[in-house]
């Protein structure tokens, strides 16, 4: 399973922290992943990181404000998100890959 929280309403400029518990996955995968889908638009990618190596990858869109981490011994990925933005504004899941059942996400809404 992948529980995602931490979501929240906070104004432009502000920090939060997402956090997705990792639980119940049998398959290997080697990428833990944010997404998100805002209202009306497509689901895109945010940011990964390697379940081997801790490596990174960040979408254009929040590289240099959004950092993603991992803590092993908790299974659980998290997503420091910095400098919001009103279109960060979305709602936000985790996911592995190969790609698992989708979980709950959690919505992040951040005012002007």
């Known amino acids: 399973q992948l529980q995602a929280s931490g979501g929240g309403l906070v104004q432009a400029g502000a920090s939060l922290r997402l956090a997705c518990q990792v639980s119940?996955?049998?398959?290997?995968?080697?990428?833990i992943g944010w997404y998100r889908q805002a209202a009306g638009k497509e689901q895109e990618g945010v940011s990964c990181?390697?379940?081997?190596?801790?490596?990174?990858y960040y979408a254009d869109t929040v590289k240099g404000r959004f950092t993603i981490s991992r803590d092993e011994d908790k299974n659980t990925v998290y997503l420091q998100m910095d400098s919001l933005k009103p279109e960060d504004t979305a709602v936000y899941y985790c996911?592995?890959?190969?790609?698992?059942?989708w979980g709950q996400g959690t919505l992040v809404t951040v005012s002007s």
């Open positions: 996911n592995v890959i190969p790609v698992a059942p």
């Open positions: 119940g996955i049998t398959k290997d995968y080697y990428l």
């Open positions: 990181i390697s379940a081997s190596d801790g490596s990174t």
